[in-house]
């Protein structure tokens, strides 16, 4: 298992996160998975005992639920508070009342406590905004992340599935107030779905903030089960998220399925290992039903793609242009060449 600096914070984090959304089965949630305490127990040890520092949930996760049982986790299995790092998140709706849910400082503050109660903790490590609330000012939601940071509540704060321009929007406006600033962004990144890879990956690298992904095998796409003979069934079936151009995806899945036979690998530790080798990855997020599933994530940390066929995988599924991207890059040729220190072309 390798470790990330998280952003251009301090902060060490697995390359490898254990995600909680399967903890619960409450409500929505019971498509992702209905793992009860028990079961949470025997995920939490072995992704521990196999490296991983690093947790992931959110107060939406079955209501409340994945909080509950993370935490009795942590004390069913007597881990010191020093051996992990926590991350929670919230926006989502946490009641009936109108008040309930987004990033509004009397929803943050309110759910900064209930999260902490039920994670049975002093502080998290990473609070996350867990989407965009287009009703609150961003002043007002960077306010009051950093009140939670310097009332120590949490260390570090970061966000999930925002547009390039509003985390950099968000950026400048906590520089210039002398706020707590961004440490990392929670997205969705698979080789089915390259989208971020446009703008966002470019503007993590310039501001120095880690990526965390989510959904790494596409809701379950990338596990090796799919083909388009079997279109139709499985979790995508009732749940097809996130969405994803299945064409391409199943022509990329036989680029896999070559690739994993060579290793003597499977379907979905080569989609883990090809995340794991791009550059802006900090943390890959799993999110696992049974021990086995985990056990079978867990070996794509030693799984090494050679750039051959990491080039495969890019070439069968690649990023389609969109304007501007391909203007700059076509402007920006000549200027490319002299930064490399050839002779300017006449």
């Not at 965009?132 to 992340?145: H, S």
């Not at 809701?219 to 979790?235: C, N, Q």
């Not at 242009?321 to 300017?344: D, K, N, T, V």
Request: charged share 25%; glycine share 12%.
């Amino acid at each position: 298992m390798r470790y990330n600096r998280l952003g251009r914070t301090g902060l060490f984090v697995s390359e490898l996160c254990l995600g909680t959304m399967t903890f619960g089965g409450d409500g929505m949630w019971t498509a992702m998975g209905q793992v009860d305490q028990a079961g949470a127990n025997a995920l939490v040890r072995r992704a521990l005992d196999a490296g991983i520092n690093f947790i992931d949930t959110a107060n939406v996760y079955s209501n409340g639920w994945s909080e509950r049982i993370t935490g009795q986790a942590l004390r069913d299995l007597d881990i010191s508070r020093s051996e992990v790092v926590i991350a929670t998140k919230a926006l989502g709706p946490m009641g009936q009342g109108v008040n309930d849910r987004g990033a509004s400082r009397y929803h943050l503050l309110a759910q900064i406590d209930a999260s902490l109660e039920r994670l049975q903790l002093d502080h998290v490590d990473l609070y996350q905004i867990h989407g965009w609330d287009a009703a609150t000012p961003l002043e007002e939601t960077l306010r009051a992340l950093d009140d939670i940071v310097r009332s120590g509540r949490a260390r570090y704060i970061g966000v999930s599935n925002w547009a390039a321009w509003q985390i950099v929007k968000a950026l400048g406006i906590a520089e210039n107030r002398g706020w707590e600033r961004f440490a990392s962004l929670q997205a969705y990144y698979s080789v089915a779905g390259r989208d971020l890879e446009r703008d966002i990956v470019p503007m993590l690298g310039s501001e120095g903030l880690g990526l965390m992904v989510w959904s790494p095998l596409a809701g379950g796409f990338l596990s090796g089960k799919y083909t388009r003979e079997s279109e139709g069934e499985g979790r995508r079936a009732s749940f097809d998220f996130p969405p994803i151009d299945k064409e391409r995806g199943y022509d990329v899945i036989a680029i896999m399925r070559e690739i994993a036979g060579r290793h003597g690998a499977t379907v979905p530790q080569v989609a883990l290992a090809w995340l794991l080798a791009r550059p802006a990855v900090s943390s890959v997020i799993l999110g696992a039903k049974r021990i086995d599933q985990l056990e079978d994530n867990l070996g794509a940390a030693d799984l090494v793609l050679s750039p051959e066929e990491l080039a495969r995988l890019d070439g069968g599924a690649p990023l389609v242009p969109e304007y501007p991207g391909w203007m700059i890059e076509r402007q920006s040729e000549y200027r490319s060449g002299a930064m490399a220190g050839e002779a300017p072309r006449r």
